[in-house]
T-cell receptor
Framework: DAGVTQSPTHLIKTRGQQVTLRCSPK?????VSWYQQALGQGPQFIFQ???????QRGNFPDRFSGHQFPNYSSELNVNALLLGDSALYLC????????????FGPGTRLTVL | KNQVEQSPQSLIILEGKNCTLQ??????????LRWYKQDTGRGPVSLTI?????NTKSNGRYTATLDADTKQSSLHITASQLSDSASYIC????????????FGQGTELSVKP
């Protein structure tokens, strides 16, 4: 039974570019949440997807957008990258929207130069 | 405001020694509290989860306590090993947050030989 998977593992972009990160939830899970974790900090909630719609959103600008597909996998898109977007991006999945037993993926390390 | 505060920010101990990490929260209404272990550059892995009615939970050498009255939790690590070196994050969820987790900033533990 595969856990949460994320791709790519590492990514290097330059300011102004756009990036897409991908996440496949744990088998049987239909809710995906995305987090940004800056170095030395705890994860910050970006948004949560359930039934292919964004259900909750943290304090992140519209440059951060997402999508959930019918197979429950999800993408995180960041436009007009800033240096401050450099972070570890974590995806977590749960059984449903109300279940907060979240399982985390290994993360994608994004570096913006 | 829902907040989770952890102390100390960092800790260095010798292999074989015990240590205790602290977590104070102001999340309301409280649903559950988790301790996660996060290795550098990896996703968090759940160690323990406690609901309002539980005041202690063990997972091997890790023992978590919860005092819902004072809104405090601790994570005690016994007979530390080099592999315990990681960030330990306290995470609290509220009943009305629809699965949204509130993270502490983490305690960085370094176990030295």
């Amino acid at each position: 039974d595969a856990g949460v998977t994320q791709s790519p593992t590492h990514l290097i972009k330059t300011r102004g570019q756009q990036v897409t990160l991908r996440c496949s939830p744990k088998s049987g899970h239909d809710t995906v949440s995305w987090y940004q974790q800056a170095l030395g900090q705890g994860p910050q909630f970006i948004f949560q997807y359930y039934e292919e719609e964004e259900r909750q959103r943290g304090n992140f600008p519209d440059r951060f957008s997402g999508h959930q597909f019918p197979n429950y996998s999800s993408e995180l898109n960041v436009n007009a990258l800033l240096l401050g977007d450099s972070a570890l991006y974590l995806c977590a999945s749960s059984l449903d929207q109300e279940d907060n037993e979240q399982f985390f993926g290994p993360g994608t390390r994004l570096t913006v130069l | 405001k829902n907040q989770v505060e952890q102390s100390p920010q960092s800790l260095i101990i010798l292999e074989g020694k015990n240590c205790t990490l602290q977590c104070n929260y102001t999340v309301s209404p409280f649903s559950n509290l988790r301790w996660y272990k996060q290795d550098t550059g990896r996703g968090p892995v759940s160690l323990t989860i406690m609901t309002f009615s539980e005041n202690t939970k063990s997972n091997g050498r890790y023992t978590a306590t919860l005092d819902a009255d004072t809104k405090q939790s601790s994570l005690h690590i016994t007979a530390s090993q080099l592999s315990d070196s990681a960030s330990y994050i306290c995470v609290v969820s509220a009943n009305n947050q629809g699965g949204k987790l509130i993270f502490g900033q983490g305690t960085e533990l370094s176990v030295k030989p």
